[in-house]
């Protein structure tokens, strides 16, 4: 099956830098990836959709200044935590969408990121 | 707006005996569903999906689910439940009729204890 992958798996930053998390479709092409966020015992919350060679499409009361997403090829995307603070610290998680077969447009997803803002 | 609901936060069982996982959606049109697990600090691993035809789709690791339409639900089943499959459990759904038709709309998870 499609395989995703993300890096690093886990990073700890001091409050106020910047990280940026890769997500990559190892052996398919992604038009579009999505990000989410997984904070402790709870469900995934859409950040964003990512759609190769334009700008990301943000879900509402997410901050587009402060979690930068770049789509620049079919086959990585990338979120950069701007001036970080500890809220948030969270597990993030990407997946990307293969079209094949025809329209199927499912899911892969990558094993996540923990962040951890110190 | 589609939407799921996992109406049990913990689902217990013992090993060997048959579990249930419970899922209803909410969608205006033919919803695509899924069934995710995950294991801790891992992302999310697909194990089934409807898209349409038999009602009743099976999948990986022996899990098995039946898509109702009169009761909208899609509920998540295995005839004998092992100990590893202790995880967290994510019903999703999709809208193919609707604009943005990749999002995904997530339940907000059951988690499944099988003990020993």
């Known amino acids: 099956g499609a395989v995703v992958s993300q890096h690093p798996s886990w990073v700890i930053c001091k409050s106020g830098t910047s990280v940026k998390i890769e997500c990559r479709s190892l052996?398919?092409?992604?038009?579009?990836m999505f990000w989410y966020r997984q904070f402790p015992k709870q469900s995934l919350m859409l950040m964003a959709t990512?759609?190769?060679?334009?700008?990301?499409?943000?879900e509402q009361g997410v901050e587009k200044d402060k979690f930068l997403i770049n789509h620049a090829s079919l086959t990585l995307s990338t979120l950069t935590v701007t001036s970080a603070h500890p809220e948030d610290s969270s597990f993030y998680i990407c997946?990307?969408?293969?079209?094949?077969?025809?329209?199927?447009?499912?899911?892969?997803f990558g094993p996540g990121t923990r962040l951890t803002v110190t | 707006a589609q939407s799921v609901a996992q109406p049990e936060d913990q689902v217990n069982v013992a090993e060997g005996n048959p579990l249930t996982v419970k899922c209803t959606y909410s969608?205006?049109?033919?919803?695509?569903l899924f069934w995710y697990v995950q294991y801790p600090n891992r992302g999310l691993q697909f194990l089934l999906k409807?898209?349409?035809?038999?009602?009743l789709v099976k999948g990986s690791y022996g899990f098995e689910a039946e898509f109702n339409k009169s009761q909208t639900s899609f509920h998540l089943k295995k005839p004998s439940a092992l100990v590893s499959d202790s995880a967290l459990y994510f019903c999703?759904?999709?809208?193919?009729?609707?604009?943005?038709?990749?999002?995904?709309?997530f339940g907000t998870g059951t988690r499944l204890l099988v003990s020993p």
């Open positions: 990512s759609n190769e060679g334009s700008k990301a499409t943000y």
């Open positions: 999703a759904v999709r809208d193919p009729q609707n604009t943005g038709f990749q999002k995904l709309v």
């Open positions: 969608v205006s049109g033919n919803p695509y």
């Open positions: 409807y898209i349409t035809g038999d009602n």
């Open positions: 997946s990307a969408s293969d079209p094949r077969p025809y329209g199927s447009y499912e899911q892969y």
């Open positions: 052996d398919f092409q992604a038009t579009t």
